[in-house]
Structure formats: C-alpha cells, structure tokens
C-alpha cells in the first residue's frame, strides 16, 4: 500500500510537468500580455518592445517554459535545475520563484497567498455541507421509500441537477439580495461598510477584536455563494447515495444480519451503509476538481476575490506567470485529489488491494 | 404395460381443464431495441423529458422564422419604457411592455423574446453536435484501447489521463478564446475536442469487461475476425451506455458552453445570440431591479436540460437489461 | 391396493404425542406486484417436532423459500402480504409478535442460512465480527467472551485453524468454507430450529457432500430442529426424517422420506422421481412431466398440478383437493387418495411403484 502510493506519487511528476508544459503553451496561445495594451494609443512601439524584452516574451516559446520552470537561467539547464544552495540556479518553479504578475508587477506567490484562504473557506464549507447534505438525504430517502421525502428528493435532484451554477448565482442574487428582500449580499467576502477588506493586516486586528461579528458577516457572505456552489453537486450526489443504498439494502447480507435479529437501526446503519459508502466515497474523491471548476464560476459570479476569480481576471490580461502559478497549484491539487480517492478506495473495502 | 415407459393416461374421459399449454407462461419474443422502447414509454418522467426537450428543439428550429432576429438592427434607444414615466429604458423594461412580451435586455434594449428564440439554435446545435463528434471520437479511441490493450491502450489512457486531469472551464475557456473567434462552428469543435475523453474512459472500460464475455471467446473460437467481433458482438452491447452518456453530455455542453459565452469568450454576441451571451452583461441590471433579463434566458437553459436530465435517465432505465422495476 | 409402509421409528408428520416445536397453519403468503397478486404461499401446514428434521422440497418458484421467509417474517411488507395463518413456535404465534419480541427471537430460538454465502456474509466485516455480533446480541457476554465464542463455534463447524479464520474476510475464504462460517454464525448461539435455505447449492458436488455431513451431525449432535429447503431430492433423502413436497404454493404431499420415495402418493411426486436418471433406464429417453410450472397470475382451476396431470379427470378440475391421509400419517393432496379416487388408484400404484424400482434398482 505505501509503495503503491509511492509508486502512484512519483508517476504524477511527469504527469504535472505535462500539464504545465500544454497549459503554458496555451495560455501563451491565447494571449499575449501586451495586448491590453493595443487600444492605447499613448503607449509607443518602442515600449511595447520593452515590455516585451523586460518580460521575456520576445524568447521562443520552448525558452519562456524553460524559463518559467527553472531549468534555464544564467547556467547550463541541467545545472539549472538544481537546488540555488548547491550551485543550481535560483529562478524558476522548480526553485519555489514564481515570477511577477504581467498585470501589476506583483510576486505571484503573494498574489496567490492573498487569494488562497478566501478559496479555501468558500471550497471548505460547501465540501462540508455537500457531503453532510447528499449522504443525510441519500440514506434517508433510500430507507423511507416510495414516501414523500423520497418523491421530493428525487424531484429536487432532478430540478437541481439541471440549474447551471452561474445562472443560479444570479437568480439568487435576484431573489435574495436585492430589493424587497434584501436578506443576504450579493456580492464580496465582508461589508465593505464595517470591516475591513479580507486578508489584510487590519482585517485580522478587526477580528481579533470583534471575532462574533466578524463571523457572522463572513458567513452571511458565504450563504448564497455557498448554495449556488454545492446545489448542483447535492443533486448529484444524493441520487447516488440514495440508489447506492438502495442496492446495498436489497443485498443478501442485509437479509442474513435481520435473521440473525439484528435491531433494524443497527442494519441500515452498520450494515448497509458501510457497504453503500465505498462507491460514495471514491465519487467524493473524484468530484473535488469538479468542485473547484464550480469555485471558478461562483466566485466569478460572486465577485469572491478568491484563486478562480484570479484565474479569470488574469484570464483577460493574458497574465501568464499569475494563470500558471494558480493552474500549476490547481492541477497539483486534482492529481493529488484522484490519488486520494483512489487510496481511500483501498482503505475502506478490504476486497481492495493494490500492489 | 412395459415397466420402463411413461404410465398411459387413464381412459376415463379427458379431462375438461384444458391443456398445459393454456397454464403456460405467454411467451411473445422482442428484440433488444423492442423492449428498451416498450420500457421506455411506460417510463412517465422519460417521455415528460423528451416532450420537453423536443418542445425546445422545436422552439429553436420553428422560432426564429416567427421571431427573426436581425444582427445589424439595434433599436433606437428609448428613455423611458413605453407606457411609464419612471422605468428606465437603460435598465431594459419588463415583461409585458408593449411589443416585449418578455421584456427587454438592458443597454442595448433588445427585445428578449427574439433573443432567447434564436439563441436557442445555436446552443442546442453546439449541444448536440459536440456530443456526437466527442461521442464518435471518444469510442473510436476508448474501443480500440480497450479492446486490443497493450501498448495502444497504455499511450490512450494516458493521453486522457492528462488531458482529463487539466481544469476543463479554464482549457475549454482558453481554446474558445484562442481560435473560437466567435464562430459557433469553431467553438463547437473545441467543445467536442475536450469531451471525448471522458467517454473514452467509459467506452475503454466497457470493452475491456465485453472483451472478457464468453461469448468473445465463442465468437473467437469460430474464427471470427477481430474487425467483426468489434462491430457485431461487443459494440451493439456498448452503444446503450454510450447512448445514455452522450445524452446526458448534450446538457452539460450546453450549461459549460453557456458559461463560456456569459464570460464573453464563446460566441460573438453580435453574429448570433445564444442562451450565454445574451447574460453577458445582465448581472450589472439586477441591482436595478431587472430580474428578467437574467431569468428568461437561463430558464431556457434549465427547461433544456431538464429535459435532457429526465429521458437520459429514463434511456439509462430502459437499455439497462438488468434493470430493477 | 397400498403395499405395507415399511416402518422407519422416527417422528412422522402429523399429530404427534407432545406438541410440536414448529407449528405451521394455514399459512398464505401474496405478493401484490403490477401485473396483478401472487399467491406465493397459498394454504401450507407442517410442523416439526423437537429435534426433528423436516425437508421441504419443491421446483424453483413452489413458495418453499417464501414459506421460510415467512415463518422468520423477513418478507418486504410491501408487496408482500401475510394474508393468513399461524406459526407457532414452541406455543407462541410468531406473527403476531411484536417486532422487537421478534428480532428476539431470531438468532437465538430459530436460525436461518441462505443459499449463497458469499453474498450472505457481509464483505466489509470479518468473519468473527460477524458471528461475535449474533452473540452479542442475543448473550450477556463481553467482547472479548463472544470472540472466543466466536472462534469455538467455528471448530465446532470443522473449520481449521480458527483463530486465523476468524480475523479474515469472507472473500478470503473459499465457497465450502464461507458456508460453515454461515452455520457456524447460526449456530452460535444454540437455537432450537436451523432453517436451511438450499443451502447447497451454490456449492460444488463434493463441497456439498461435506456440508450435508456437517449439518447431520451437528443437528444429531446438538438436538437442533431442522427444516431443510432443497429442490434436490437426494439431499433430503439423506438428511431428513420426514419430507413435505410443495408445489404451486401448496403442500402436495407429506410422509417420512421412506413413505415419500419408496411410496410417492402424488402424481407429482411420482413424475419427479421418474424423471431421475438410472442405470436402470439406460438407452431410454429420459422421462419429464409435461408442461410448464403455472403461471402464477393464471393459476388453472381445481388441483393445481391438474393440466400436467397424466391421472387427472373431471373432478380434478372441478374443486381442489384437501390432504388426503393414507396409512402411516403420510397425506397426499390428491383425489386418488380419497374414497373417491379408489378405482383409479390401483393403475397409478403400479406406475408408481415402476417408478420407484428405476430409482431405486
């Protein structure tokens, strides 16, 4: 089992170097910093090739990624490549650098540090309430069915299932935030009219001094950002729990531990859920990058200044160092999330064995 | 009476309760297809879906010639709404207003009616037409991977191994961006490009599992060709699971494909409306109190993929042959 | 004209001197499905002495398994209906108990085992997690006492090495030995009767073998009552005193297993028996009852097994026919043993005692 996970481990490097190295070539693609400034008609050619020269965007292509990821430099690539304290260079991804945002000129590691937590709250809450939620109703509906609880799941998971995230954002925002119920914000992490922005150093003093209050504007932000991100995955979800329960309950086992005059709680819940679980908790593994490519378009929505707000902002700007930095994290993460998944897998149905 | 055959009947009159053969079990046989149709219209959600789904095809091929919708014609910009003192034009007007039955979008002040009729064209058309080409394209390669192994399967999987693990919204965000140039047509070949690995790995897995049915081995006992087996003995077994995961992936392209254009990268706005592009801008209008320029051309979506949702499901339930009623 | 019964000395079916352990009554069991309600169970008496060992046999689809189900009331209420009838179980009416008096009962008074053990046994537990857990619940013992239990139970099922066995799970075992996992959970908590549901026959030939021997001696050993559903009629007639033969969700025919299949009273009875192959019948083709099991929506008037019936006449199908008994308390629900069916009886006999010599040799 470790050695499997090693194993699964060190095959994701060349995987992740994969990605960056076709991510990189289409964000270039795509996009050329410069172009922002195209429509300006102050800004002069021989500036545009400054910039240009500044930043490195007049190298080929195959350079710039060499660049980015820190096999060249002032040294020969593969001294490059090796750690700055043992006479390897000090640029580059593989050295922790991750350059200067093209957009403002700011170390991208601090612009994803700033953008990282107000992301990791807003994934953090829904994966809680998504997997509560879906796994509550799924059991509940698959031992009561054929009741009305069971005939609105379905209802509802069908419904849910349907709505595109970005347009139940808005039709939230429609419905609760604005006039004449105006019960929740429409937008942000905090009222910009009470605390200060998020993340900053004042930020953490207003907290340390008002932690209720704080909270509480924080989870009022999180409210309709947190329901358009998990409705289409509770929809989801709940119907597999409910029918992965549904087939566990009508297995043989569940007949044998009734013979043997086990009290029907203890049935449902040691025995046929245990088993109705390990399909559940492989999908939950798997949907963690579908959660996040949900963050992407709530936070959007939301005006979140969270890492899928950045992706799209820097989007517009051709950003490049910022949209690699944030993708070369996120792609860490889904690769990361699949292992996960297929561990767990492993670790719970003991049928399982890797090798 | 030979003690080894069967007893005679008795020579006592027969009896008047009919023959065995009344008591039996009617036996009328159907094919595959037959039966998955049969299922399929006792399935009450399957056919409410496909109504609605086939309303809505229906909306988008005969609307636009009761609602044409003119690129070029941008209407003179009116102050007030028709009919009140104090609505402002710029916000868009509401449903209702004269000649806008559904009201108008903001800015612009196009009429929405028009627009959601048309939009509906092309978002159903890159729908459907990126399912089908991912669909082709995913089970040739997940079929061929699956059936043969090998090196041939190790290179696939591992080319939709990666391709699958980059962030979809942002890759399909970037390739509409880079080349879409607008064009529907082009934005529907991106959209095909990015899907047909996730049925690969459906379609790899289905034939990796028929490949070891014995009736392969049957199959192949007698000589028959690899091509042959392919074509007549595992695919007609795949197609029920690919039919049912294209149907589905029609809905999610159109809700992605509706993102993509809502943030401005997908199809150009002035060429052709689509259900995503005609959201592009609403969101700054509900602050102002337009609830309906956001609302008509998602519900459009919504009912759409509703739809799609019930008579996949309903497809899934009645192909599955092992089916619990 | 009957032959002697041949005497066996072990407990017959019928009115026996004390009361018996298991009384069945009048049992009726329906499934209301779309296509209309079936009569599962449709009028079943039986009952079995203390330490008896009774064989229910029948084809797939005769109700012998729901009759199980229903006497351990682990039938889906919806759609499934006790519509009448009694279970008696050392006095007590088992349907009428309430449901926690009823998970009470079982486990610890009456035992069941499936017919395939490795969809019986839950995959996530172990084996002694599992059989730890019958104790548990139905003795007032610590864990560490119902491991060890555990464990006791397992040597007494013959399993080797059971400290070892006791920590795996079950798919680490193979078919024979899940199946006396499966007994041993049963057994472990010392119940009154053991239900065995065609326990057998997911098994391979020899595997089988073991296993009959198993459940012989411990049901000797031990005094348990059994009731043992098969529709293979070697297996009861190597390990039950009385066989009760079902067919179309009724009893057809009751006996101890020398009345049964050295004497078959039922036409039905008869054709099974026919139909097994002998040495004797080598060269000839192989004899089957004509037609089809009934269809359970379309059930044919009067006597159910009438239309395949090759003895059958008009008062066969005119009104079913009750129990009949014949000497030794073996009973056949057959006009042929009625006062009725006596001149016809005589042709039958001969056929059937043909019968019996090809099986027999």
């Given at each position: 089992m470790i050695k499997y996970t090693i194993r699964r481990c060190i095959q994701a490097v060349p995987v992740l170097i994969l990605i960056t190295i076709l991510l990189f070539f289409m964000m270039r693609v795509q996009g050329n910093p410069v172009d922002r400034f195209?429509?300006?008609?102050?800004?002069?050619a021989a500036q545009i090739a400054a910039f240009e020269h500044r930043w490195g965007l007049d190298q080929p292509l195959p350079i710039q990624y060499c660049d980015w990821i820190g096999l060249c430099g002032d040294k020969p690539p593969v001294i490059n490549a090796l750690p700055a304290a043992i006479g390897g260079g000090d640029n580059g991804v593989l050295h922790g650098d991750f350059g200067f945002s093209t957009f403002d000129g700011r170390p991208v590691i601090d612009i994803i540090a700033q953008r990282a937590l107000p992301t990791i709250i807003l994934m953090t809450t829904a994966y809680i309430i998504w997997i509560t939620v879906a796994i509550l109703a799924g059991v509940y509906a698959a031992v009561k069915r054929y009741s009305l609880f069971d005939s609105g799941l379905t209802i509802f998971n069908y419904v849910g299932y349907s709505l595109p995230t970005f347009w139940l954002g808005l039709m939230l925002i429609t419905l609760f935030a604005v006039p004449p119920l105006r019960w929740f914000p429409a937008s942000g992490m905090n009222d910009s009219y009470t605390t200060p922005g998020f993340g900053t150093d004042a930020y953490w003093a207003f907290f340390g001094s008002n932690p209720l209050f704080a909270i509480f504007d924080l989870g009022r932000h999180l409210v309709l950002p947190v329901i358009t991100l998990v409705m289409v995955s509770i929809a989801g979800d709940s119907r597999f729990v409910r029918s992965s329960m549904l087939d566990s309950l009508n297995q043989d086992y569940v007949k044998t531990a009734r013979a043997k005059g086990v009290p029907e709680r203890r049935v449902i819940l040691r025995h046929a859920l245990r088993n109705a679980l390990l399909p559940v908790i492989t999908n939950i593994g798997l949907e963690l990058p579908v959660l996040f490519s949900g963050a992407i378009v709530t936070e959007t929505i939301f005006a979140w200044p969270g890492m899928g707000r950045q992706l799209i902002e820097s989007l517009g700007h051709a950003d490049y160092p910022v949209l690699m930095g944030v993708l070369l994290i996120t792609s860490t993460f889904v690769v990361m999330a699949n292992l996960l998944a297929d561990i767990m897998y492993a670790v719970v149905d003991p049928r399982v064995k890797y090798d | 009476m030979n003690p080894l055959s069967a007893p005679e009947p008795l020579d006592v009159g027969t009896p008047s309760g009919g023959t065995p053969s009344d008591f039996e079990v009617a036996l009328v046989s159907l094919n595959q297809w037959q039966l998955a149709w049969r299922r399929f219209r006792r399935h009450k959600m399957a056919l409410f879906g496909s109504g609605l789904f086939l309303t809505m095809v229906g909306i988008a091929v005969f609307g636009p010639f009761i609602f044409p919708y003119n690129p070029i014609y941008v209407p003179t910009p009116l102050h007030f709404c028709p009919g009140s003192t104090t609505q402002l034009a710029y916000n868009g007007c509401p449903p209702l207003t004269a000649g806008h039955l559904l009201g108008t979008t903001g800015s612009l002040q196009l009429d929405l009616l028009t627009l959601v009729v048309n939009g509906g064209r092309i978002s159903l058309l890159i729908g459907v037409g990126a399912s089908v080409f991912a669909a082709i394209l995913g089970t040739i390669v997940g079929g061929l991977a699956g059936y043969f192994g090998g090196w041939i399967d190790t290179i696939a999987m591992r080319c939709v191994d990666v391709l699958l693990s980059l962030p979809i919204l942002i890759v399909i965000t970037v390739f509409a961006k880079a080349f879409g140039l607008g064009d529907w047509r082009i934005i529907m070949v991106v959209f095909a490009a990015l899907s047909w690995p996730g049925l690969a790995r459906l379609v790899r897995s289905l034939f990796l599992t028929l490949r070891t049915e014995v009736f392969v081995d049957a199959a192949r006992a007698v000589g028959v060709s690899d091509r042959r087996i392919i074509f007549r003995h595992i695919l007609p077994n795949a197609v029920s699971p690919i039919i049912v995961s294209t149907t589905l992936s029609i809905a999610a392209i159109i809700v992605t494909e509706a993102f993509v254009d809502y943030l401005g990268y997908g199809v150009d706005p002035a060429k052709t409306p689509t259900w995503g592009n005609i959201l592009t801008n609403a969101q700054s209008s509900i602050i102002v109190g337009n609830w309906w320029w956001a609302l008509f051309p998602g519900l459009a979506i919504v009912l759409t993929v509703l739809g799609i949702n019930f008579m996949g499901d309903g497809l899934r339930d009645a192909l599955d042959p092992r089916s619990r009623e | 004209m009957t032959t002697d019964q041949p005497t066996t000395g072990a407990a017959t079916i019928g009115p026996a001197a004390d009361s018996p352990l298991l009384d069945v009554r009048g049992l009726r069991t329906y499934f209301h499905v779309m296509d209309g309600t079936v009569k599962a169970v449709d009028g079943v008496d039986f009952s079995i002495p203390r330490g008896g060992t009774v064989g229910l046999v029948g084809e797939s689809g005769c109700g012998k398994s729901v009759t199980a189900h229903t006497i351990m009331r682990l039938i889906d209420i919806p759609p499934g209906e006790i519509v009448a009838g009694e279970v008696l179980f050392d006095g007590r009416d088992l349907l009428k108990l309430p449901m926690d008096k009823m998970r009470q009962v079982r486990g610890k008074e009456i035992a069941m085992i499936f017919q395939e053990p490795m969809t019986s046994l839950n995959p996530v537990f172990t084996i002694g997690d599992q059989i730890a857990e019958a104790v548990l619940l139905h003795s007032d013992v610590n864990k560490k006492e119902a491991w060890n239990r555990a464990i006791e139970s397992l040597k007494d099922v013959g399993v080797s090495a059971p400290e070892r066995r006791v920590k795996q799970y079950p798919h680490e075992l193979s078919g024979g030995m899940r199946q006396r996992a499966m007994i041993a959970m049963a057994l472990s908590c010392h119940p009154k009767l053991l239900i065995a549901d065609e326990p057998t026959t997911a098994l391979d030939v020899t595997i089988q073998a073991q296993i009959l021997e198993l459940i012989k001696e411990i049901q000797s050993r031990t005094g348990t009552a059994l009731l043992l559903i098969t529709h293979d009629l070697a297996v009861v007639a190597e390990t039950v005193e009385t066989i009760a033969v079902m067919y179309g969700g009724r009893i057809v025919e009751t006996g101890t297993v020398d009345q049964v299949l050295l004497n078959p009273q039922h036409p039905y009875t008869q054709g099974l028996l026919n139909s097994i192959p002998g040495v004797a019948k080598r060269g000839q083709a192989l004899s089957v009852i004509k037609g089809v099991v009934p269809n359970p929506f379309r059930m044919p008037p009067g006597c159910k097994f009438q239309p395949r019936c090759p003895y059958a006449w008009g008062r066969c199908v005119e009104c079913e026919p009750d129990l009949f008994e014949s000497a030794g308390g073996a009973r056949s629900r057959c006009f042929l043993q009625a006062p009725e069916g006596v001149e016809r009886r005589e042709a039958y006999q001969l056929a059937a005692q043909d019968t019996v010599r090809g099986v027999v040799g």
């Open positions: 195209a429509q300006n008609p102050k800004v002069t | - | -």
